[in-house]
């Protein structure tokens, strides 16, 4: 069991690129998220889905889309970067029903130029 | 909207010693989950405890306990008998029950000091 894993590590873009931060899971877990950390400003929530062809909107979700064909993979995409989109982005999944357990993955460190 | 406050940023506790941490929320929903996270260096976020708004009674998970002052937006955490590995970034959450929209607070770093 991988748990969740996120790829890249790190990464590093120029304003106005575009990229697809990955997620997969293999839990069989309906929820999956994605939340970015900033110092100071705790976990936020961008987006999240309940189940593959379902997603909907966090807290922060303006310059991020998100898709999700399968129940494993649940992919971010920054479709224009800015200065402001450096963070540490993570991805969460779990189970539905009764439980608040969720699975983190070890983070992607994004910054922007 | 709802907010979660956590306002400190770092607390120090010696071992074996107990040691609160504090965190205040507003909403206004009546039916709602509170739960205190722990992250260690690793990063992975770890449920500690979760109190449910509608109980009356505090919940409890050997060491650690909150105290749930609801009328007070209140939701504080004690860990009892502090150990080395309690070191970690604790962060406060909130969950409007029927959502999966969670909240978090800004986080407290708690060091344990040998």
């Known amino acids: 069991n991988a748990g969740v894993t996120q790829t890249p590590k790190f990464q590093v873009l120029k304003t106005g690129q575009s990229m697809t931060l990955q997620c997969a899971q293999d839990?069989?877990?309906?929820?999956m998220s994605w939340y970015r950390q900033d110092p100071g400003m705790g976990l936020r929530l961008i987006h999240y889905?309940?189940?593959?062809?379902?997603?909907d909107q966090g807290e922060v979700p303006n310059g991020y889309n998100v898709s999700r064909s399968t129940t494993e993979d649940f992919p971010l995409r920054l479709l224009s970067a800015a200065p402001s989109q450096t963070s540490v982005y993570f991805c969460?999944?779990?189970?539905?029903?009764?439980?608040?357990?969720?699975?983190f993955g070890p983070g992607t460190r994004l910054t922007v130029l | 909207a709802q907010t979660v406050t956590q306002s400190q940023p770092e607390m120090s506790v010696q071992e074996a010693e107990t040691v609160t941490l504090s965190c205040t929320y507003d909403t206004s929903e009546s039916d709602y989950y509170l739960f205190w996270y722990k992250q260690p260096p690793s990063r992975q976020m770890i449920l500690v405890i979760r109190?449910?708004?509608?109980?009356?009674q505090n919940a409890t998970e050997n060491r650690f306990s909150v105290n749930f002052q609801k009328a007070a937006k209140s939701f504080s955490l004690k860990i009892s008998d502090s150990q080395l590995g309690d070191a970690a970034m604790y962060f406060c959450a909130l969950r409007r029950s029927g959502t999966y929209k969670y909240i978090f607070g800004t986080g407290t770093r708690l060091k344990v000091l040998a």
């Open positions: 839990m069989n877990h309906e929820y």
């Open positions: 969460a999944s779990k189970g539905l029903g009764d439980t608040d357990t969720q699975y």
């Open positions: 109190q449910e708004a509608y109980k009356q």
């Open positions: 889905s309940v189940g593959a062809g379902i997603t």
